[in-house]
């Protein structure tokens, strides 16, 4: 049985190549700040291009040496392994997590506890590659393989960075790539935490490479390399706009998980008590830093009111305070620019003429808290219903009928995730069926399982995340064709 470790015996201070804790060569250390007091709780190591580089060449080693030659249920053995070590360290990487993003600790103890099955799941996946045969005529024997693309740079998220590891290294590994993982700068450590559980599970060294570093300089580089043959990113759109436009001239391939601003429509007709447990507790999860909050809610008419005074009555009851206490709701935003951006916001739907029915304050003078904030009276077309926040900012739109939900609820560039909340199973199918989204919950909210595929569609991203279709993003297919009979005509016999 593996020994379960504590938050403090992590090192944060090195990088992770081809197997060995390494001092950056172009990087440094730098401190990484705890946002609830806005200082320093830790050092963490910063790669630059050269770190990149070197990362990408044990990579290529490993996939073109040891890792791709490891038959399909051994990679699943490793996988199987490394899910059994994730679940003994769920505390210690909640701890982690949370001290570096801000995240509740109660949230992070929920979601990372459901890690272990996520990589079971794509345990399960690694001998699912498989081809198909194709109807000839007889002369030859034609059929598919599905390979592994190669080399895999992943990018992920200063909101959810072990959840977006998670899902991106589990398909990537599973299908037979190795990885090199770059986190988002603001809060890398539990990336390089992941990284130590992947050295106690055995793997190859270079088959997961994990290197912190600069968007600009770190990402950028790994993203134009000519040696990554893919690129997996969460974030926002503008920088996977840059991540093409970068990665062009080597003709990659790409998966994007990017922004969201989900409707959450509430028909008259719904339990109202349920959606409205549902909507706030999705408005403000995360300090609303998430892509698939309902961070618009259309309310029918007729239960508008009661809706508002709902959600009023709840922001006063939210617990925001230090994100490692257990009896805290809300912990504060990641980052100071993050805070800054929210706060904006509530000054835009000000000005915009929504009714401020609650919070839009900062709290205190230390850390990035921010109050739970709703707003009412909003109009679709407004900024604060049409452009991602990504604070705990819930705008209350009012709308008559199906078909005006559906207007509204597809009247933004995203479509990432949808809810809708009714009574009656028809209208569930309807309304469903017309939302212009990846995922689509109806009489629930946010429930994502290792099963279910995730992903937008519009400027929400491309490609899918989880399910048997989250292996497809790293795979590629091979036809082969063999003559059966041995002979090809001679082509200048006449």
């Known amino acids: ?199 106690q599970a055995g793997f190859p060294p270079g088959v997961v490479n994990v290197v912190p570093g600069d968007g600009p300089v770190a990402g950028a580089h790994l993203v134009a390399h000519p040696g990554v043959d893919k690129i997996a990113f969460t974030g926002e759109g503008a920088t996977a706009k840059a991540i093409l436009k970068t990665g062009a001239d080597t003709l990659k391939r790409f998966s994007f998980e990017l922004g969201g601003k989900a409707p959450h429509i509430i028909f008259a007709d719904a339990d109202i008590e349920n959606a409205v447990n549902a909507a706030t507790g999705s408005a403000w999860a995360l300090c609303g830093q998430s892509c698939a909050l309902g961070s618009r809610v259309l309310v029918e008419r007729p239960v508008y009111d009661r809706v508002v005074e709902a959600f009023r009555r709840n922001a006063g009851r939210v617990r925001v305070g230090n994100q490692m206490d257990p009896a805290t709701h809300m912990g504060p935003q990641a980052h100071a620019e993050q805070l800054a951006k929210t706060l904006s916001y509530v000054d835009i739907g000000r000005d915009e003429g929504a009714e401020l029915v609650a919070g839009g304050t900062r709290i205190g003078s230390e850390g990035y808290f921010v109050e739970p904030t709703v707003f009412a009276g909003v109009a679709p077309q407004m900024r604060i219903a049409q452009e991602e926040i990504f604070g705990p900012v819930a705008a209350i739109i009012p709308f008559d009928g199906e078909d005006e939900a559906v207007a509204i609820a597809n009247g933004t560039p995203y479509g990432l995730a949808a809810g809708l909340w009714t009574g009656d199973v028809g209208r569930a199918h309807r309304v469903a069926n017309r939302i212009e989204a990846g995922m689509v919950w109806v009489n629930t909210y946010r429930y994502i399982r290792w099963s279910t595929p995730y992903g937008g569609v519009k400027t929400s991203g491309w490609g899918r995340e989880n399910g048997v279709e989250a292996l497809d993003s790293y795979l590629e297919t091979r036809t082969t064709v063999i003559s059966t009979t041995g002979k090809f005509a001679d082509p200048f016999a006449n």
């Open 1 to 199: 049985m593996p020994r379960v470790m504590s938050m403090t015996e992590f090192r944060f201070d090195r990088l992770f190549i081809g197997g060995a804790w390494v001092a950056p060569i172009d990087g440094g250390v730098r401190d990484s700040v705890d946002p609830a007091t806005g200082q320093p709780w830790t050092q963490v190591a910063y790669g630059g291009a050269q770190d990149i580089d070197r990362a990408v060449v044990v990579a290529r080693e490993a996939f073109e040496g040891p890792w791709r030659k490891m038959a399909p249920w051994e990679r699943a053995g490793l996988l199987r392994k490394f899910a059994e070590l994730y679940a003994t360290q769920i505390e210690a990487l909640a701890q982690v997590e949370s001290r570096d993003n801000g995240r509740a600790i109660r949230e992070s103890r929920g979601d990372i506890g459901l890690h272990p099955q996520y990589w079971h799941w794509f345990a399960s996946l690694a001998d699912k590659a498989d081809g198909r045969t194709i109807p000839m005529d007889d002369s030859v024997h034609a059929f598919t393989s599905r390979l592994p693309v190669g080399v895999v740079g992943t990018i992920t998220p200063w909101n959810v960075p072990l959840m977006a590891a998670t899902w991106k290294l589990g398909p990537a590994l599973a299908a037979g790539c190795t990885v090199v993982l770059k986190p988002a700068e603001q809060t890398p450590a539990s990336s390089l935490a992941l990284a130590a559980l992947f050295e």
